[in-house]
């Protein structure tokens, strides 16, 4: 069965820092690119950072470049969503995905809220 778990989401201040964690089971993980994505309030979902199986290539939305850092541990089936400098903007639920070819899987979730 697969599952991704999303942890570390939360209610922090403006300037603030979060580090979300996806915990993946089910598949190989090692095989699949790995991405976050949010969604705010109203709004699409929209991709935040992507990580290539290895590890090797990353990529951002614009918005996100210089303050989130993606990062993936292979051997703990785990990636992570370094998030600094936080704005009103940012917040929004938070969801890890999982893609290889025409396979996808999505975790449920977990919310971020900026606010002083």
């Known amino acids: 069965q697969v599952q991704l778990v999303e942890s570390g989401g939360g209610l922090v201040q403006p300037g603030g820092s979060l580090r979300l964690s996806c915990a993946a089971s089910?598949?190989?993980?090692?095989?699949?690119?790995m991405s976050w994505y949010r969604q705010a309030p109203g709004k699409e979902r929209e991709l935040v950072a992507a990580?290539?199986?290895?590890?090797?290539?990353?990529n951002y939305a614009n918005s996100m470049k210089g303050r989130f850092t993606i990062s993936r541990d292979n051997a703990k089936n785990r990636v992570y969503l370094q998030m600094n400098s936080l704005k009103p903007e940012d917040t929004a639920v938070y969801y890890c995905?999982?893609?290889?070819?025409?396979?996808?899987?999505w975790g449920q979730g977990t919310q971020v809220t900026v606010s002083s």
């Open positions: 089910g598949f190989t993980f090692s095989s699949y690119t």
């Open positions: 990580i290539t199986s290895t590890g090797g290539s990353t």
């Open positions: 995905n999982a893609q290889m070819y025409f396979y996808a899987y």
